[in-house]
């Protein structure tokens, strides 16, 4: 099939780049003509373990194009909006703005029969919307809705191999059009085992906030349960281990530490709450209000307990950190535990090095003030306080002594409760954590 893609960030690079894997031709469009320059040269505008690889096949194979003319998806079946839904400023709900370019620039140039596939994070009601916004402009398009399901760090797995396909669509003759062309453009994936649900479009649009907010949950939860491990000296990891044996409960997403961030949860979360209030359900979904202040405490909380490490004040000293993307395997650093925590030391009087193995370029355009290295070792020279803060394999890996022959003063703090305490102590350091005695 011919396929459009609207917007080459993170989504639409590597659905385009998958789909064009899959066998499909596929023309991806956006408006930053840089970004599109780069990604024709197979160069990936962010960092994504196997993307590098996949653009240049899906290049090479002359089934992969980008252009920054909406007008070249003329002649596409089926047209995927992969734009992003950022928080609005000052506000917790979702900016749909360029949700609403992508279809106005897409009226003029799709044909009766077509299927627009919204694949953005939405509020609910946003694709009934869009929906006659087609209907008025008498295009003859359709619109479902497949909502995406990516992991930063195993994005192309994801898209290549996903643990469910879900299509949002209309009932009737137009639903089961919209199903069909759908499962033409994933047969190799359901024919590789991947389960389809078919659903109306109310529901496809909540399923992704849905799964981020039990996510979200779920982290939450354990935090909370650190903060009562911290005051009465029991051991979170210990207790996560415990409860995950529960089949109903599961360990996943029971580690306990700094909290979540990056560009999906936290605002799909706060935009979840935002609608609900729309709709007159703002109650149902209160609690989410202290899972969103129970993440942030946990920056709070590193912040104080470096502070207490240091006798009181971090002021003048050297405080090396370890990460500053949100999660390992990804260069994003929007909303990232770890820069907070490192910017709240800066502003405390620290003198703060950052390190990570992707995000030191993003990091330092967001916060140029700070300092940044190359490499753990560069950044704890001379170092009065280490903290681990993104849990990179290199630096759960790092050898204690090695590390120790570098800094200053042997105190570390694990905000990922990713390092063995009892090497670390062994090795003559001050070992703390987040829930742990």
């Known amino acids: 099939m011919k396929l459009s893609v609207v917007g080459c960030g993170y989504l639409g690079a590597v659905h385009a780049a998958c789909m064009a894997t899959?066998?499909?031709?596929?023309?991806?469009?956006?408006?930053?003509?840089?970004?599109?320059?780069?990604?024709?040269?197979?160069?990936?505008?962010?960092?994504?373990?196997?993307?590098?690889?996949?653009?240049?096949?899906?290049?090479?194979?002359?089934?992969?194009?980008?252009?920054?003319?909406?007008?070249?998806?003329?002649?596409?079946?089926?047209?995927?909006?992969?734009?992003?839904?950022?928080?609005?400023?000052?506000?917790?709900?979702?900016?749909?703005?360029?949700?609403?370019?992508?279809?106005?620039?897409?009226?003029?140039?799709?044909?009766?029969?077509?299927?627009?596939?919204?694949?953005?994070?939405?509020p609910v009601?946003?694709?009934?919307?869009?929906?006659?916004?087609?209907?008025?402009?008498?295009?003859?398009?359709?619109?479902?809705?497949?909502?995406?399901?990516?992991?930063?760090?195993?994005?192309?797995?994801?898209?290549?191999?996903?643990?469910?396909?879900?299509?949002?669509?209309?009932?009737g003759t137009n639903g089961e059009r919209a199903v069909a062309l759908l499962d033409d453009v994933y047969a190799k994936t359901i024919a590789d085992g991947s389960p389809r649900l078919v659903t109306d479009v109310a529901t496809a649009q909540l399923v992704k906030v849905a799964a981020n907010s039990f996510l979200a949950i779920k982290i939450s939860f354990i935090n909370a349960m650190a903060e009562l491990c911290e005051a009465t000296g029991a051991d979170v990891t210990l207790l996560a281990d415990a409860i995950g044996h529960d089949e109903r409960i599961g360990r996943k997403f029971l580690n306990a530490g700094?909290?979540?961030?990056?560009?999906?949860?936290?605002?799909?979360?706060?935009?979840?709450?935002?609608?609900?209030?729309?709709?007159?359900?703002?109650?149902?979904?209160?609690?989410?209000?202290?899972?969103?202040?129970?993440?942030?405490?946990?920056r709070v909380?590193?912040?104080?307990?470096?502070?207490?490490?240091?006798?009181?004040?971090?002021?003048?000293?050297?405080?090396?950190?370890?990460?500053a993307s949100f999660k390992p395997w990804s260069d994003d650093v929007r909303d990232s535990p770890a820069l907070d925590v490192a910017e709240q030391l800066h502003l405390q009087g620290a003198d703060v090095v950052v390190t990570d193995p992707q995000a030191v370029a993003n990091a330092r355009a967001m916060y140029p003030d700070m300092s940044f290295a190359d490499s753990a070792l560069e950044a704890a020279d001379g170092a009065d306080l280490v903290l681990l803060l993104t849990e990179w394999p290199e630096y759960v890996g790092l050898d204690p002594e090695t590390l120790g022959g570098v800094v200053r003063q042997r105190r570390i703090l694990d905000g990922r409760l990713a390092l063995d305490p009892i090497a670390w102590r062994a090795a003559g350091w001050v070992y703390r954590s987040l829930g742990r005695p």
């Open 22 to 122: 899959l066998g499909h031709e596929v023309i991806a469009i956006d408006t930053d003509k840089a970004k599109v320059e780069a990604l024709a040269a197979g160069d990936a505008p962010f960092y994504e373990p196997g993307l590098p690889e996949l653009l240049a096949e899906a290049l090479g194979s002359g089934r992969l194009a980008f252009s920054s003319d909406i007008a070249d998806v003329k002649g596409a079946q089926l047209h995927f909006v992969c734009v992003g839904t950022p928080q609005l400023h000052n506000e917790i709900a979702a900016d749909l703005s360029y949700v609403d370019a992508a279809i106005d620039s897409l009226l003029p140039h799709v044909s009766a029969g077509d299927l627009v596939v919204g694949k953005s994070t939405v």
């Open 125 to 171: 009601g946003t694709a009934e919307r869009l929906a006659e916004v087609l209907a008025a402009a008498d295009t003859g398009a359709l619109l479902a809705w497949n909502p995406e399901f990516l992991r930063e760090g195993h994005a192309v797995g994801d898209t290549l191999h996903p643990d469910r396909l879900v299509y949002g669509v209309p009932v």
């Open 258 to 298: 700094l909290g979540f961030g990056g560009g999906c949860l936290p605002k799909d979360i706060r935009a979840f709450m935002a609608r609900a209030g729309e709709l007159g359900a703002d109650q149902t979904l209160a609690f989410l209000r202290e899972v969103d202040a129970i993440n942030g405490r946990r």
């Open 301 to 323: 909380r590193m912040v104080e307990l470096a502070r207490d490490e240091c006798g009181g004040s971090i002021a003048g000293l050297r405080v090396a950190v370890l990460g």
